[in-house]
């Protein structure tokens, strides 16, 4: 594993890791958004050929980062789930092994607009509702400021072209602003949404290994 970026988010001391996941030390918790389980599952009994083993790659890498960090806690910001828990889907032997290889992890989740068929108990998780609050911190699915804290959210995939010598790529990227950080999706099998960052903000691109931070027009670098 590489290492990470370290930031302040609120005024909190956190880590960004390339790897598309955010660690909070002060309380031991790995925060990653749009999980997506069973997404290519999902398109191929809609009749769409796809490779297997997307969500074994995404679970390996969540299980890297859960070692490397010494996480006791993984908060899940929406969209565990992409569709119906299809019980006879290949990728939930995958989860429960995944699970039972982190058994003293606590995983909990906010509710993504793909979770409704969410079953908490069958995947050995707990779910916070719509909304967590933690210290001064909002953790929610959507990207909406909150008066009640600096909002943590995923759900937008946000992602920024990135161009120098000899590179051309759109990466997943952390978009933090002022009242609210979004987080990239965390499945490798997601499409993005090519943020507008305002002055003030600060975006740092995923290239899988480290994390850069990139340059927003009206704002100093230095």
Known sequence: MSQPLSIVVAGWPMQAW??????WPEVGMLVIADLHLGKGDVF?????????????????RLGQLVEATAA??????????HGALNREAPWL???????????????????????RALDAER???????????????????EPVASAEGHVLAGHVHPVRRVRAVGLSARLPVFWLSPDCSVLPAFSAFTGGFEVRPRPGDR??????????ALPVAGRSNS
């Open 18 to 23: 390339g790897q598309r996941a955010l660690f």
């Open 44 to 60: 191929r009994r809609g009749g769409i050929p796809l490779p297997g083993g997307g969500t074994a790659g995404d679970l390996q």
């Open 72 to 81: 006791r806690r993984l908060m899940i910001l929406g969209d565990v789930l």
């Open 93 to 115: 032997s995958t989860w429960d092994s995944w699970r039972a290889r982190h058994a003293t992890l606590s995983v909990e989740a906010v509710l993504g607009n793909h979770d």
């Open 123 to 141: 995947l050995g998780l707990h779910v916070h509702g719509e909304e967590h609050r933690q210290a001064d911190l909002v953790f929610r699915h």
């Open 203 to 212: 975006l740092l691109a995923c290239t899988g290994k480290t994390v850069i």
